[in-house]
């Protein structure tokens, strides 16, 4: 597991302050500045915090992303609804288990994980593809089977072949890293719908960097069988 990083907000220093006047203003040319750069800044963030002796184990680096990315997405619509006065469960099918768990469901969810133009889907699979990817992970699977396991032991666990697992369960990598990253991502993106823009564009990085020491099509196939279960996750109680 990672150490927890200081969770508080970062302090408004003046480099913090040039950073938004200067994604402000270059956000009128391109609207993905923030993201863009926000990626980068995530991407070193996790390399550095997941580098030990032996280099960066890229199957942990992606299945830390991919929870990222995948709960980012439920982030957004809690945020959208926040906004608008709704109760931030509102564009949500909320489903219980006997365990007691609650998960997140529903077709606005699922259109930021593979329906939209920066789906989560449709920016690492270009990057994939770019790589090298000949082919994608069955992605209606992966949702039919993240929805049957709900409540088991199987739930989260991405299946993949025994020496490419992670060093921990997506949960756990989300439960640290995303209270911790989670101010600069709204230093660098304070509209929530670029939450796992950011989060994507990372994972773009991960995948290109990675792709001497894992095929492109099971570094995809990864960060899906994290984000999709990730997505579902009522993070405050897990």
Same mark, same amino acid.
């Given at each position: 597991?990672?150490?927890?990083?200081?969770?508080?907000?970062?302090?408004?220093?003046?480099?913090?302050?040039?950073?938004?006047?200067?994604?402000?203003?270059?956000?009128?040319?391109?609207? +993905? &500045? /923030?993201?863009?750069?926000? #990626?980068?800044?995530?991407? %070193?963030? @996790?390399?550095? !915090? *997941?580098?030990?002796?032996?280099?960066?184990?890229?199957?942990?680096?992606?299945?830390?992303?991919?929870? +990222? &990315? /995948?709960?980012?997405?439920? #982030?957004?619509?809690?945020? %959208?609804? @926040?906004?608008? !006065? *709704?109760?931030?469960?509102?564009?949500?099918?909320?489903?219980?288990?006997?365990?007691?768990?609650?998960?997140?469901? /529903?077709?606005?969810?699922?259109?930021?994980?593979?329906?939209?133009?920066?789906?989560?889907?449709?920016?690492?699979?270009?990057?994939?593809?770019?790589?090298?990817?000949?082919?994608?992970?069955?992605?209606?699977?992966?949702?039919?089977?993240?929805?049957?396991?709900?409540?088991?032991?199987?739930?989260?666990?991405?299946?993949?072949?025994?020496?490419?697992?992670?060093?921990?369960?997506?949960?756990?990598?989300?439960?640290?890293?995303?209270?911790?990253?989670?101010?600069?991502?709204?230093?660098?993106?304070?509209?929530?719908?670029?939450?796992?823009?950011?989060?994507?564009?990372?994972?773009?990085?991960?995948?290109?960097?990675?792709?001497?020491?894992?095929?492109?099509?099971?570094?995809?196939?990864?960060?899906?069988?994290?984000?999709?279960?990730?997505?579902?996750?009522?993070?405050?109680?897990?």
């Amino acid at each position: 597991m990672l150490e927890q990083q200081k969770k508080e907000d970062p302090q408004m220093d003046p480099r913090a302050a040039a950073l938004i006047n200067a994604i402000r203003e270059r956000s009128k040319e391109d609207p +993905l &500045v /923030g993201a863009k750069l926000g #990626a980068k800044e995530v991407f %070193q963030r @996790l390399l550095e !915090g *997941m580098k030990d002796s032996k280099g960066v184990h890229i199957e942990s680096l992606l299945t830390a992303l991919g929870a +990222l &990315v /995948g709960y980012a997405c439920q #982030a957004d619509l809690r945020a %959208q609804a @926040l906004a608008k !006065g *709704m109760p931030e469960t509102a564009p949500f099918q909320v489903v219980g288990t006997k365990d007691g768990k609650y998960y997140f469901f /529903g077709d606005p969810l699922n259109n930021i994980l593979a329906g939209d133009q920066y789906s989560v889907w449709s920016v690492v699979g270009g990057a994939a593809q770019h790589a090298g990817a000949k082919e994608f992970p069955d992605l209606n699977e992966i949702f039919q089977y993240t929805a049957s396991v709900l409540g088991s032991e199987q739930f989260g666990i991405p299946r993949v072949p025994e020496n490419h697992k992670p060093g921990d369960i997506p949960l756990n990598y989300l439960k640290v890293l995303w209270p911790a990253l989670f101010p600069t991502i709204k230093l660098f993106c304070p509209n929530p719908t670029d939450w796992p823009i950011l989060y994507s564009l990372a994972i773009q990085e991960a995948i290109y960097a990675g792709k001497g020491a894992i095929d492109p099509d099971l570094a995809f196939r990864i960060v899906m069988e994290s984000a999709i279960p990730m997505s579902k996750v009522d993070l405050a109680n897990s």
